[in-house]
């Protein structure tokens, strides 16, 4: 692999005079991204197996997402059964907007306690509004795995540069 990423030469779409190839080094972080996922996925959907990825939306566009979660939701692309864990903080596959549809069952939230201890709960476990906007429901918190914010702490932090007790 390291061999091929050293020789890799990308180019974009154009006369040959307006888009000379260049290296890896020099492609954006969302085309990379999509590179390092595109590859561990095919082959687990050419030959079945369980892909894990942390952070999945990281640098990906939400489209390069749905392209991902339809190869593997769609039987006739994964037809060995491969399957995708990942962790992400992108909602928009939870939108009304998405094309994938996610059922309940595979979709879990994490939420902090107070002590630090992760809690873990499906969304299956949280009554059911066929009509609902689940990804707005995320955002605003009914579902939990959403962070405690403190803006006033963090512009505290701005304008003196220590936080007051």
Same mark, same amino acid.
């Given at each position: 692999l390291e061999q091929v990423v050293r020789r890799l030469l990308?180019?974009?779409?154009?006369?040959?005079?307006?888009?000379?190839?260049?290296?890896? $080094? %020099?492609?954006?972080?969302?085309?990379?991204?999509?590179?390092?996922?595109?590859? *561990?996925?095919? $082959?687990?959907?050419?030959?079945?197996?369980?892909?894990?990825?942390?952070?999945?939306?990281?640098?990906?566009?939400? +489209?390069?997402? %749905?392209?991902?979660?339809?190869?593997?939701?769609?039987?006739?692309?994964?037809?060995?059964?491969?399957?995708?864990?990942?962790?992400? +903080? $992108?909602?928009?596959?939870?939108?009304? =907007?998405?094309?994938?549809?996610?059922? *309940?069952?595979?979709?879990?939230?994490?939420?902090?306690?107070?002590?630090?201890?992760?809690?873990?709960?499906?969304?299956?476990?949280?009554?059911? +509004? *066929?009509?609902?906007?689940?990804?707005?429901?995320?955002?605003?918190?009914?579902?939990?795995?959403?962070?405690? =914010?403190? *803006?006033?702490?963090?512009?505290?932090?701005?304008?003196?540069?220590?936080?007051?007790?």
């Open positions: 990308l180019t974009h779409q154009g006369t040959a005079d307006d888009c000379p190839p260049f290296s890896v $080094e %020099e492609e954006s972080d969302g085309t990379i991204a999509w590179l390092a996922i595109a590859v *561990p996925a095919l $082959e687990a959907l050419r030959g079945g197996g369980l892909l894990l990825v942390d952070e999945i939306d990281a640098s990906l566009h939400p +489209h390069l997402l %749905e392209v991902l979660l339809g190869a593997f939701a769609d039987p006739l692309v994964n037809a060995h059964h491969a399957q995708l864990i990942f962790t992400s +903080h $992108e909602s928009y596959v939870l939108s009304p =907007l998405s094309e994938v549809r996610l059922e *309940p069952e595979q979709i879990w939230l994490t939420d902090k306690t107070n002590e630090g201890v992760t809690e873990l709960a499906s969304l299956a476990d949280f009554p059911k +509004h *066929p009509d609902a906007n689940v990804a707005k429901r995320y955002l605003t918190g009914r579902y939990g795995g959403t962070p405690r =914010l403190s *803006p006033s702490l963090f512009a505290a932090l701005v304008d003196t540069g220590e936080v007051q007790q």
